[in-house]
């Protein structure tokens, strides 16, 4: 048998991974227990009282784009081109869907951009590892 030594992800992309997926339990913890607890919370009713609701068609995009981010987060930790084209195309919904519901404020694009903006870097850094095309970067196989 040869020694074939798997290239390490970085500690950039496994805790970018790890925030993104404690993030996704945490929201469908809280999607599960609104939607049991819907009657019973009173904030719900005075937002509700107040004109602000969440219609099930947001909550459907939501969970879906979420659903899927949790898929290409899984497939980037499993070395996968398809997870990191995912991974961007939703964060890029992301950032557009709020814009089109709620209008164009920076303070929200700038948080938006933090996590995309730092995976990019940590994704570009180790890019062979997804199999992607690095013109100057040598690899012997000899190692």
């Known amino acids: 048998m040869e020694n074939v030594k798997k290239e ?4 950039g992309i496994l ?9 996704f339990i945490l929201f469908i913890f809280g999607v599960v227990s609104t ?6 919370i009173s904030e719900l009713q005075q937002m ?3 004109g602000i609701t969440l219609s099930s ?20 930790l499993r070395r996968k081109a398809l997870g990191v084209y995912g991974y961007f195309t939703i964060q890029m919904i992301n ?14 694009l700038i948080g938006a951009l933090i996590f995309p903006v730092l995976m990019g870097i940590f994704i570009y850094r180790k890019r ?7 013109s100057n970067l040598n690899i012997d196989n000899d190692m």
């Open 8 to 11: 390490k992800l970085g500690a």
């Open 95 to 108: 950032i557009i869907y709020p814009i089109i519901l709620n209008g164009f404020y920076i303070s929200n």
């Open 128 to 134: 062979y590892i997804f199999g992607f095309r690095c």
């Open 48 to 50: 509700e009282a107040a």
């Open 57 to 76: 068609l947001q909550l459907n995009i939501s969970i879906i784009t979420s659903i899927i981010m949790f898929i290409s987060i899984i497939l980037i």
């Open 15 to 23: 805790t970018i991974c790890i925030i993104h997926i404690v993030c």
């Open 35 to 40: 939607l049991v607890f819907k009657d019973k």
